[in-house]
């Protein structure tokens, strides 16, 4: 029975592992070219360029607590641009959805992370 309950125990582990990495929030945000917008905490993104008819952008996405550039070049609309930070190794994902003129529009989806009290409850 014992060898049993190991088991189980073993695989609700690997299950609250595996909630952990797909987890996500999504922050919807709009920025203008040649401006740069704070999209979530410790990120910017700054759009130098849109090509409307190719409907792709150039800029780059700061990771401030890092002081990390990330450059952004021909980003096409619906593409993901997949980065990490050194706080949290899991995928995090910049999307762009609309591309203007003078803007574009898109989503940032980074992975949630469990509160202390989630994570005690869950065990």
């Given at each position: 029975?014992?060898?049993?309950?190991?088991?189980?125990?073993?695989?609700?582990?690997?299950?609250?592992?595996?909630?952990?990495?797909?987890?996500?929030?999504?922050?919807?945000?709009?920025?203008?070219?040649n401006?740069?917008?704070?999209?979530?905490?410790?990120i910017?993104?700054?759009?130098?360029?849109?090509?409307?008819a190719?409907?792709?952008?150039?800029?780059?996405?700061?990771?401030?607590?890092?002081?990390?550039?990330?450059?952004?070049?021909?980003?096409?609309l619906?593409?993901?641009?997949p980065?990490?930070?050194?706080?949290?190794?899991?995928?995090?994902?910049l999307?762009?959805?609309?591309?203007?003129?003078?803007?574009?529009?898109?989503?940032?989806?980074?992975?949630?992370?469990?509160?202390?009290?989630?994570a005690?409850?869950?065990?």
């Open positions: 029975m014992t060898t049993i309950n190991n088991q189980v125990i073993t695989d609700a582990n690997r299950l609250d592992t595996v909630s952990k990495q797909i987890g996500r929030e999504r922050l919807a945000f709009e920025v203008s070219t401006r740069t917008r704070h999209v979530a905490s410790g910017y993104v700054t759009v130098k360029h849109t090509d409307v190719r409907q792709r952008v150039d800029g780059w996405m700061q990771l401030a607590d890092e002081g990390r550039i990330l450059w952004i070049r021909g980003l096409g619906q593409e993901t641009f980065f990490a930070t050194r706080a949290d190794n899991r995928t995090h994902e999307v762009f959805t609309g591309i203007q003129e003078r803007d574009a529009t898109g989503y940032l989806l980074l992975p949630t992370s469990m509160s202390p009290s989630t005690a409850s869950s065990n």
